[in-house]
């Protein structure tokens, strides 16, 4: 083999080369974004527009048909779907799997400008277009801020933590639930407008032209040059009562003559609670491919060191912390790594000894780092699809090694070469085996990428990082084992001291083996039909068990989520009655850390609620208490008795 020829050759080329695999794998590795599953793009783009004040039924006859009717003309539109509720409207355009997404947007975008001419004049903001990920369905995690100070307070310290949160890089949005907010409310009296001879628009003119700063230029003096600004935002409900709003016969008309002035809050459009207790909170989403651990570990920084200059009675408390579970399954795939690597190292060592254990073994951690610097090339991240792939492939990744290392051991100690000459006719002989066998593997997986739709792309990450992985364990068994065997390949001690009789004699396992082998080629025949039958009692046997096919497994969860949706129409004070009547029964039950309760607020409108349920660690979960709560170690069962009593108990 001319490539490993050249390599034993050049020996000082190859070990640079190792110790470049090294530190790029290791570098690769430590900078992967890490998630819980893959980031896909998904063929979903959302046109949203909010329209202030209006019912569902006028949201519809003057935002949603107007769209609907630019938009449907679009191609590759596989479903859409519109929905329209008090002050907002929603379209969810569905194209086909393989179109491109960024085509895609330009053309919603094209056909809504298409359409603002069609829109109400008063509308405030035009309609907003963007493409719907995994990232902007699950958050990172709900920062709850608590505590005895007044929904005002703890809306003006969730504002200020939003504003550090949204500046950590890799973070999408931080969008805060729940809370009063200040507002000065002018409430008009129509029959003074009409006894003073005014409108209602001059009456809004002045508000508006007085509640602004206004510029003055700039001043010299001397070596200075200043800025000056009069300002005249309104502070307090008594600027506005001295408004003089007209002059009637030489007198002047003030605001307060003709309407009452109101410091109050603005109309509420969602709630937050923790635990029951009514609470502000900030949802967090993160963009797409960015490393979700680094991105919560800077949250959290954050929020240590605003706990530290809070008043002790404002509460700090992160709830559905994606960045913990995703920390357990990286931890927990790594050790199962870690733990093939070793059983794998021990099989080896028990077949071929100790040194040719090691020479053997080195292909797991190369084969790995050359995986992690290509995935991190492709743009892939660190998600449970990859790391189970990987585990997939770990047994895969020394076949190659195995049988070079094998026979370049053989050629040196049964037949006496120079360990140079043995590792380069070693490889040679069974260079194109290892390679057609490598490559059939790989083949098997090609089909996969193919795999259309979204769950295509999802799943697609698995036989990608299966490919890389085999491909690099035939790089490494081709060039670095050999190599590595030509400079450090000894006889072990034991063979040492056999005779060249000794040495070519075979084991109990091969021959045990050799028996089977020559019952097999004696009664050919008979072994394919032994073996067919066996195919065929194994096929029957799962279609008799009745266990089915399904896409995942179904394991016990860390967190069950509640989604409540009332009618059309349903203000928020409603949805929040819903909700807290959800909220006591989700509270009669045990091992549970934290209950998170948005009302409205978001994409979902006034008319949604979602109840977020952590439970209690596994470990930590016990079967009984004596606080009268019914008690489930399993959180599958205390998710199916939570839908059994919620289902219409709630309305």
Excluded at 44 to 73: F, H, N, Q
Excluded at 154 to 160: G, P, Q, W, Y
Excluded at 360 to 381: H, R, Y
Aim: hydrophobic share 45%; charged share 20%; glycine share 6%.
């Amino acid at each position: 083999m001319q490539i490993t020829n050249y390599c034993i050759r050049h020996r000082t080329t190859i070990m640079i080369l190792i110790v470049l695999i090294t530190v790029a794998g290791l570098m690769s590795y430590v900078t992967l974004p890490r998630e819980s599953a893959p980031d896909i793009k998904i063929p979903l783009i959302l046109v949203m527009t909010t329209y202030e004040g209006a019912s569902p039924s006028d949201v519809e006859s003057l935002i949603t048909r107007p769209l609907e009717r630019k938009l449907k003309s679009l191609a590759d539109v596989k479903e859409m779907q519109s929905n329209s509720a008090e002050g907002i409207s929603m379209i969810d355009l569905e194209f086909e799997p393989d179109y491109d997404i960024d085509s895609a947007l330009q053309k919603v975008r094209d056909k809504v400008d298409q359409a603002k001419s069609d829109l109400p004049e008063d509308l405030e903001n035009d309609p907003t277009v963007g493409e719907l990920s995994a990232s902007d369905l699950f958050p990172v995690m709900y920062v709850m801020i608590s505590g005895d100070v007044g929904l005002v307070r703890l809306k003006k310290i969730a504002e200020d933590i939003q504003e550090e949160i949204e500046g950590v890089r890799g973070v999408l949005a931080a969008e805060i639930q729940g809370g009063l907010e200040r507002e000065i409310r002018v409430e008009f009296s129509q029959d003074r407008i009409s006894a003073y001879h005014l409108t209602l628009g001059e009456i809004i003119q002045t508000v508006t032209r007085n509640n602004v700063n206004i510029p003055g230029g700039s001043l010299e003096i001397g070596e200075s040059r200043y800025n000056i600004k009069a300002p005249a935002e309104f502070d307090t409900p008594d600027e506005i009562d001295h408004l003089v709003v007209a002059t009637r016969e030489g007198r002047p008309i003030y605001l307060r003559d003709v309407a009452a002035i109101r410091d109050t809050f603005k109309d509420r459009n969602s709630f937050s609670r923790l635990d029951g207790r009514e609470s502000v909170g900030i949802r967090i989403t993160k963009r797409s491919g960015e490393n979700l651990l680094a991105i919560a570990g800077q949250i959290k920084r954050i929020l240590d060191d605003w706990r530290q200059r809070l008043p002790r009675q404002v509460r700090i408390t992160v709830t559905s912390d994606s960045s913990k579970d995703i920390g357990m399954m990286v931890s927990d795939l790594e050790n199962n790594i870690w733990t093939g690597l070793i059983l794998v190292l021990a099989v080896i060592f028990v077949s071929l000894g100790f040194r040719n254990a090691v020479m053997v073994a080195l292909a797991i951690p190369f084969s790995m780092l050359i995986t992690f610097f290509v995935v991190q090339i492709f743009g892939m991240t660190l998600n449970m699809i990859v790391l189970f792939s990987l585990i997939l492939a770990l047994g895969m990744l020394v076949d190659n090694a195995i049988v070079i290392v094998e026979n370049i051991y053989r050629h040196h100690v049964r037949e006496g070469r120079p360990v140079v000459e043995a590792s380069m006719t070693g490889t040679s002989e069974v260079a194109w085996p290892v390679i057609s066998s490598t490559l059939t593997t790989v083949v098997a997986f090609v089909p996969l990428i193919f795999w259309p739709g979204a769950m295509g792309e999802f799943m697609g990450y698995l036989p990608k990082t299966v490919i890389i992985a085999l491909l690099a364990s035939l790089l490494v068994g081709l060039v670095i084992n050999p190599t590595l065997c030509a400079m450090f390949l000894r006889p072990s001690k034991r063979d040492r001291l056999k005779t060249p009789e000794e040495l070519d004699a075979p084991g109990f396992i091969i021959r045990a083996y050799c028996v089977l082998l020559e019952m097999g080629l004696r009664y050919r025949l008979l072994s394919v039909l032994f073996f067919l039958a066996v195919l065929v009692a194994g096929i029957d046997a799962f279609i008799n068990s009745g266990l089915g096919v399904e896409m995942f497994p179904d394991t016990e969860p860390n967190r069950i989520v509640v989604s409540i949706e009332a009618p059309e129409g349903t203000n928020v004070y409603q949805t929040n009655e819903f909700t807290a009547r959800a909220e006591q029964i989700v509270a009669k039950y045990g091992n549970i850390q934290h209950v998170t309760t948005t009302v409205g607020g978001g994409s979902g409108g006034v008319n949604t609620a979602r109840i977020t349920v952590d439970m209690v660690d596994r470990d930590l979960r016990r079967a009984s208490g004596t606080d009268g709560r019914i008690y489930f170690v399993n959180s599958n069962d205390t998710m199916s008795a939570m839908r059994r009593e919620l289902t219409g108990a709630i309305v």
